[in-house]
């Protein structure tokens, strides 16, 4: 779910409204200041590293409108028909297969559920595990609309550090310890804002800790397809299979939006049997099922074999960018910003060094780079406890290298650089 919407939900609960009265729950979730950002992304020429969503110059439009007419020609009842909650069944087919592809050998159709967008996995999540004041460790930083989604049904959440390798493995052994945690929330494969790859090492680590502390892990895995150079570790759910009894303490959220369309609205949840089945139910309360039609394309899409080839395309563009904007910062702000160059995914996590008296806060430079006309997410929101505000999030998807040159420049301006 793109932050804009976030912001701009928050804004709207600030409105005077006398005759509603809101749920308790609602005061869990605090606005944004970075909301008022946004309000100035609207001045023309502005150069944005602020979205969190692909280029949609890289959809490939004719393979989604060949997949979509085949399913009219061939099935147009039941993909314009309700469906079950579960899932699509061809498409759950294709998605086990998919997942096959990638490692996770023994996954069956009927060990997963189709969402709508893997944004709802999460919502259901909150719904069928988090009671008011239940404890969740999640990254710092992590996934804003997690933060947001986890602590509207009541959690505490935990922040367990992350550097270059992924979350810390020995402090998140020791906050699971003290905390006892409901889950732990994590993005290992080039997470949203962090970027950070979490290593073989550490995915072993983590699979251990379950089992050691008998606690539930949700891996969210939205692009670990998009990957520069080699392919990343396995994922969580594919180690699994090594790893006797850690299936059962994994959940495993997926998502096509990242790598064919968000507007499909397509994302899977793999999880034990018990909680897929109280998700299911959950689901039926909210939408029913996810569009059938949508799903009914997607599958079409994956049988068409054309997903290989739209991968590499999107892989070598982001790469390309990625490449552009690593070097652009390190030419025009040198010391004054460091990051590990991203190996995969969507975005560079940077953070301010304040060298030779320059300016160290995100939120600040935020303000002044709009001037410049260029736009960015400050860091600090992406925590839920202890925000390191030197911090910001660049997303190169959707700028073309002229565009990720000249905006980096224009960031150096508003810093006081060259």
């Known amino acids: 779910m793109p932050e804009f919407f976030l912001f701009l939900l928050a804004m709207r609960a600030t409105t005077s409204a006398p005759f509603v009265k809101f749920a308790e ?39 989604i409108q060949a997949a979509s007419q085949q399913v009219l020609r061939e099935q147009a009842g039941p993909a314009l028909q309700y469906g079950a909650t579960e899932g699509f069944n061809p498409l759950r087919e294709q998605l086990a297969a998919f997942m096959h592809t990638k490692g996770v050998r023994s996954l069956t ?10 944004q709802q996995a999460l ?47 020995d402090r998140l052994e020791a906050l699971i310890k003290t905390h006892q945690p409901k889950f732990v929330y994590l993005i290992p494969t080039f997470g949203n ?5 979490l290593s073989l090492e550490r995915r072993r680590q983590v699979l251990a800790l379950a089992l050691r502390y008998n606690t539930l892990i949700v891996e969210d895995d939205p692009y670990g397809d998009l990957y520069f150079g080699a392919a990343p570790p396995p994922s969580l759910l594919a180690l699994s299979e090594d790893v006797p009894g850690s299936r059962e303490a994994l959940v495993h959220c997926g998502s096509l939006s990242k790598v064919l369309s968000p507007g499909l609205r397509v994302g899977w949840m793999v999880a034990p049997p018990a909680l897929l089945a109280a998700a299911t139910m ?69 953070r301010l060094t304040g060298q030779n008296g320059l300016l160290n806060d995100g939120a600040t430079l935020a303000r002044q780079a709009i001037e410049q006309g260029v736009a960015f997410v400050p860091g600090a929101p992406f925590y839920c406890s202890e925000p390191d505000t030197s911090t910001l999030r660049l997303s190169f998807a959707t700028a073309d290298v002229a565009q990720i040159e000249e905006g980096v420049t224009r960031l150096a301006r508003a810093l006081g650089g060259h």
């Open 25 to 63: 729950r609602l005061k869990n979730v605090e606005t944004s200041a970075i909301r008022e950002l946004f309000k100035l992304l609207g001045k023309p020429g502005i150069i944005s590293f602020a979205g969190g969503f692909p280029d949609s110059a890289l959809f490939d439009v004719e393979g």
């Open 109 to 118: 159709p009927e060990q997963l559920i189709v969402t709508t967008g893997s």
């Open 123 to 169: 919502d259901l999540l909150g719904k069928t595990l988090i009671s008011p004041g239940d404890k969740v460790i999640v990254e710092g930083p992590t996934f804003l609309a997690t933060i947001q989604c986890f602590r509207l049904y009541g959690a505490e959440l935990i922040s367990a550090p992350v550097d270059g390798d992924g979350v810390q493995t």
């Open 193 to 197: 804002p962090s970027g950070a790859l």
């Open 282 to 350: 959950c689901k039926q309360f909210s939408d029913a099922h996810t569009s059938t039609f949508a799903q009914a394309t997607a599958a079409a899409y994956l049988q068409s074999g054309r997903m290989p080839a739209t991968l590499a395309r999107v892989r070598s563009v982001y790469a390309e960018r990625a490449a552009a904007m690593g070097h652009a910062l390190q030419h025009h702000l040198g010391g004054a910003l460091t990051f590990v160059p991203p190996q995969g995914g969507l975005f560079v996590w940077a």
